[in-house]
């Protein structure tokens, strides 16, 4: 799978999760006068939201990785940071909403089509922060939340706008909220996907065997390689590795990578070596696996 | 700086009805306390038909109701209630005067030379009996007058002495600086109040009507240029910082038309005090009035809407009045749907079904049979980028005859490379014509292995058998 099909594969997952996550949004939203507070309200619904869309995004390693088991806990996991980011994003977003919404209200005369779509646009980019997040803690990584941020912030702003427009020049169209958290979805997607390129310094590509084709982005200061799945670059199928057998630091922005597992030979352009550092078009050579550095 | 976004926003109606001696205004709705508490805080008056503040009825009087929509409204149990909470916790005061021509005659706009028949004077005095009045070590007093041209003396602060000092600097303007803009003025005078926080109030005293200096000299203002200020200006600023207009009315023949509807979009009242003589009375009336306000607090409801109304109701041995206003109560969800349906389930259903299918897709890689792969060309591209190696003899290279053509790359020979195929061992080996290279190391020929990269004249190829590979594991 190359960098293009994850990145499709993560945007289908941000359209799938905001799918998902409509019926049950509709659901909490229609019971809305029955809950004791807005707190409690809000707190259930952006909870329910925020798992349903983490959990499809915590998939999206286990899927692009083609590592199999890991699908169920990356899915659960997100789920719980999920509901935790999208509690939170619930209750800060309607926070902004109120305090926008108010000062809007009294600046400008027109409720409809200037207040309501603005402090809704605000809203729901905070609440597109915190969902977008979610995936980035679920790993750990810095950049990704960076990432998450971004998009969650973009997606929320044109989701929230889409949401309010959709219902104001459709009278009577009852999928507006689908659009709005679809878009929510697809943007978080699209940013995992498209920051990371720009963020990374440079790509893996395995060249045979199992996971022939697959390329990982370089995005993190520190880049596990081994048959473990707990690493970045998890090359389960590969059995003569170790379960971590190399790593790939980078040092004074330039990528180092290093065995870490001697009975294991590995070359770097047919030479052997312990460390090196890596520059674009080399070929590593560890055990069966054979990688290519190359170019995001 | 903390502010406080009073959320309360047009004062629907001030029900009072002229027949009944009671009047209930509602003058701030503080919603800040809604999403973590629930709570909702107003701040009402009564006054009966003297003017005069009720500040001693009990919290049965009041009842406290809300709607979704305007017509249906649910009574709400009281969860808080403070008499003279204004009194309690301090009230800031702005006194906006206005010193245009005008006030430097008598009462009757008749002109004068002695200062003591003068309105300006009388409004001065009253403005040292209000200072005076002052016993609350909490209330602020600021002091702002305009013309003109908008000056501020004093911000609102504990020091009262200093403004009744203030008030000798205020002397009589020039022609040019004559005019009124008192929609300007307010809407200035509001942001005076920037980091104050509590009961806020700005008592403006004016003689005459809005009477901008752009629009009747055609020339620009001096400080505004040409731009004109409307009184939904000065509502809307004033109700943004949660400041409270009063306006006395000091004139004898026109009172601005809008002070009225500004003051009462901003919770506050207009009086009248022409000929002088009650001016004291009215800067003393007000006062009471802010002090004497009661904090109601009530636990509001869920119910759906983008605004909510917020009725109070004040209730003394018979007398009765409401006061409506709203608070923006949309959710960052919007509201729901008229009803639901069964078919909902569907994209629940179908999001984790295609998941299901995604996670299916491609997990494994079937053996393939021999190839070459172009990763990546430095300059040309290749016609196939994926080639499977099927003939004995494969060639690479730059010509139209080749198997695998890379097109536009100079550096590419006609045929650079070629990949020979050995059926005794089923091996594939690669001989250059040109110069090539092999895992970045040049050779000139080379057994190879699945996942070998070989470079032909800038062009990026791997060598894969998968079959090959699974034999020699055998």
């Known amino acids: 799978m190359t960098t293009v099909s994850s990145r499709l594969i993560i945007l289908a997952l941000g359209f799938l999760g905001g799918l998902a996550a409509w019926p049950a949004a509709e659901l909490i939203l229609y019971s809305q006068g029955a809950f004791p507070s807005y707190l409690a309200f809000l707190s259930l619904l952006g909870a329910v939201v925020g798992a349903l869309m983490g959990a499809f995004f915590g998939s999206a390693e286990g899927i692009t990785s083609r590592i199999r088991n890991r699908i169920p806990a990356g899915l659960l996991l997100g789920a719980l940071v999920g509901c935790i980011g999208g509690a939170l994003g619930a209750l800060v977003g309607q926070a902004a909403l109120w305090l926008i919404g108010g000062i809007f209200l009294l600046s400008y005369r027109d409720m409809q089509w200037v207040v309501l779509p603005v402090s809704r646009a605000i809203g729901w980019a905070v609440l597109g922060v915190f969902v977008g997040a979610g995936e980035g803690c679920r790993s750990l990584s810095p950049k990704k939340i960076a990432v998450g941020v971004l998009g969650g912030f973009l997606g929320g702003m044109v989701g929230g706008f889409a949401l309010e427009y959709s219902r104001l020049l459709l009278p009577g169209f009852a999928l507006f909220r689908l659009v709005g958290l679809v878009i929510l979805g697809l943007a978080i997607g699209f940013f995992y996907g498209l920051i990371e390129q720009g963020m990374s310094f440079g790509v893996l590509r395995i060249l045979a065997g199992e996971l022939k084709g697959k390329e990982f982005f370089l995005t993190e200061r520190r880049i596990r390689i081994g048959r473990s799945p707990r690493n970045e670059i998890a090359l389960p199928a590969y059995d003569d590795l170790a379960d971590l057998q190399a790593d790939i630091r980078v040092r004074k922005g330039e990528p180092v990578i290093t065995n870490l597992d001697p009975s294991v030979t590995m070359l770097v352009n047919e030479e052997k070596v312990k460390e090196r550092k890596l520059k674009l078009g080399d070929v590593i050579k560890i055990g069966s696996a054979r990688i290519f550095y190359k170019y995001g | ?474």
């Open chain 2, 1 to 474: 700086m903390t502010r406080c976004f009073f959320l309360g926003v047009f004062l629907l109606s001030v029900a009072a009805g002229a027949a009944s001696a009671l009047t209930i205004s509602l003058s701030q709705i503080d919603s800040s306390g809604l999403l973590l508490s629930q709570r909702v805080n107003a701040y009402v008056s009564v006054t009966d038909d003297q003017g005069e503040p009720l500040t001693s009825l009990q919290q049965d009087a009041f009842t406290v109701s809300e709607s979704a929509d305007g017509v249906h409204y649910a009574k709400l149990p009281v969860i808080a209630f403070e008499p003279s909470a204004g009194a309690n916790r301090g009230i800031s005061f702005l006194l906006v005067i206005d010193n245009s021509g005008s006030m430097y005659d008598t009462p009757d706009s008749k002109p004068t030379t002695d200062p003591a028949k003068m309105k300006i004077t009388r409004a001065k005095e009253a403005v040292r009996a209000f200072l005076a009045s002052m016993t609350n070590p909490q209330d602020k007093v600021g002091l702002v007058v305009f013309n003109t041209r908008y000056r501020l003396l004093a911000r609102p602060s504990t020091d009262r002495e200093r403004v009744a000092s203030l008030l000798d600097q205020i002397t009589k303007p020039v022609p040019d600086e004559a005019y009124t803009e008192l929609y300007g003025t307010l809407k200035l005078a509001s942001q005076e109040f920037a980091g104050v926080s509590g009961r806020k109030a700005i008592i403006v005293l004016s003689d005459g009507e809005n009477f901008p200096y752009f629009t009747h000299t055609g020339k620009p203002h001096p400080d505004y240029g040409t731009r004109v200020f409307t009184y939904p200006e000065s509502i809307v600023a004033n109700q943004e910082e949660g400041v409270t207009v009063y306006g006395i009315d000091f004139g004898v023949e026109v009172m601005d038309k809008n002070l009225r509807t500004i003051a009462q979009e901003t919770g506050g009242k207009t009086f009248e005090a022409a000929r002088g003589e009650d001016l004291n009375g009215v800067y003393a009336a007000i006062h009471r009035q802010v002090a004497g306000e009661y904090l109601i607090g009530y636990r509001a409801t869920t119910t759906p809407a983008e605004k909510k109304f917020v009725q109070l109701s004040v209730n003394d041995a018979g007398k009765e009045s409401t006061a409506t206003r709203f608070y923006f109560s949309s959710i960052v969800f919007g509201l729901p749907l008229h009803s639901l349906s069964v078919v909902l389930i569907i994209p629940f259903v179908l999001g984790f079904a295609l998941l299901w299918l995604l996670t299916l897709l491609k997990l494994e890689r079937r053996p393939g049979p021999a190839n070459l792969e172009v990763l990546q060309t430095r300059i040309g591209h290749p016609v196939t980028r994926v080639l499977p190696l099927s003939a004995t003899k494969t060639v690479i290279g730059g010509s139209a005859s080749a198997d695998l053509t890379i097109v536009g790359a100079p550096q590419v020979r006609q045929e650079h490379a070629t990949i020979l195929f050995d059926p005794k061992d089923k091996s594939y080996t690669v001989v250059g014509s040109g110069d090539i290279t092999v895992n970045n190391q040049p050779v000139k020929t080379r057994k190879l292995e699945p996942g070998d990269v070989i470079d032909v004249g800038g062009a990026t190829i791997v060598f894969d058998d998968s079959k090959d590979r699974k034999q020699e594991k055998k």
